[in-house]
């Protein structure tokens, strides 16, 4: 059990790597990960400063000298001295630097004195679209059914549209983990395999994810998955054709696949993330309550889920449709059309 007031005493280094070891245990490797290239870029600002002694002008400071990676006015970088991180900064970066520096805080009592104060870097949305109208949709999946060689990415891109299960929970995903016979077919997340814990879930499934998981269930006992811990997506043995069913395949291993389909669609923005995205808005027109939804794919807060919402084109159709005096007052309401001086209605 650690003392606040003690560890508010700690310079950021040693603070920094407490917090690290305490979140070991709670965290998914690669998410750790993340966390230890935060706590190094905040270290070069913060190393030695006392927990106690951090305040809202050092926040500020922080952004400005991780933005320009030129210190900031803390050092001026030379030839003998070069620039403190290796590359400049975009704000979303910093924004989840200066996230976990208030993690630290946290624990030393120390953020609530900054907080009131502290405002973090905007952040331009996003150039590219993260969401497909129902045409893009559709023609995207035609073309990806008329080619054997991207039936696999073709697949699995229609199970997360049509669950909201991301590439990462269905590559961990075992055989004992579907339930295809019941009445309501669904397949498990495990929170051992999960981004985190609350990802832990069963997904029901519909007649398209249905079927789409039974071809890959069909493709797996092909490669040798027959046993119930044996992998949905086994893990190809490297320069080979064979599998190791023992073992989910990896992270990259729909990224050719994947490149050769979008660039054949036109769509070069388009990830397989974007359809956790898709799924999430489509259930969002569909006026879904948004609990229910957080639930189902996994988040802890709807926050995050209006986080992936985004406005289609065909929502916006309906929309306006709906104001349309058209529509609102009907076809004898005598509203005169624009710029056509006729008055509708009878003669």
Request: aromatic content about 8%; overall charge positive; hydrophobic content about 30%.
């Amino acid at each position: 059990m650690y003392d606040p007031e003690q560890f508010s005493k700690l310079r950021f280094q040693e603070a920094g790597e407490q917090y690290l070891a305490a979140r070991r245990g709670t965290l998914k490797p690669r998410t750790h990960y993340g966390y230890e290239h935060h706590v190094k870029h905040l270290s070069v600002f913060f190393g030695e400063m006392r927990l106690h002694q951090i305040h809202v002008g050092h926040m500020m400071a922080y952004q400005k000298a991780r933005r320009d990676n030129d210190g900031g006015g803390w050092f001026t970088p030379s030839a003998e001295k070069p620039a403190p991180w290796p590359h400049k900064a975009k704000g979303s970066l910093i924004n989840h630097e200066l996230s976990t520096m208030q993690s630290i805080l946290k624990r030393a009592n120390e953020w609530e004195k900054i907080r009131p104060h502290y405002e973090p870097l905007p952040t331009p949305p996003p150039s590219k679209p993260k969401v497909l109208s129902d045409t893009e949709e559709m023609k995207l999946f035609q073309i990806a059914a008329q080619n054997p060689e991207w039936e696999l990415a073709y697949w699995v891109a229609s199970i997360t549209c049509n669950t909201g299960a991301s590439g990462t929970e269905l590559r961990n995903i075992q055989l004992h983990d579907l339930h295809l016979g019941g009445r309501i077919p669904f397949f498990t997340i495990n929170p051992e395999t999960a981004k985190h814990q609350v990802r832990g879930r069963d997904v029901a499934l519909n007649p398209t994810a249905l079927k789409q998981v039974e071809r890959c269930l069909e493709r797996a006992r092909s490669l040798g998955s027959v046993h119930p811990d044996h992998y949905l997506f086994p893990k190809r043995i490297r320069g080979t054709n064979r599998y190791d069913p023992a073992k989910p395949t990896s992270a990259s291993w729909l990224r050719r696949q994947w490149e050769a389909l979008r660039a054949a669609a036109g769509m070069p923005w388009l990830t397989p993330h974007c359809f956790r995205h898709q799924h999430i808005t489509l259930r969002i027109e569909a006026e879904e309550s948004i609990e229910l939804i957080a639930k189902d794919v996994g988040h802890s807060a709807t926050a995050m889920t209006r986080y992936y919402t985004h406005s289609r084109r065909e929502r916006q159709q309906v929309s306006v449709n709906k104001i349309d005096p058209s529509v609102r007052f009907g076809r004898r309401a005598g509203i005169r059309e624009q710029g056509s001086g006729v008055r509708k209605g009878r003669k």
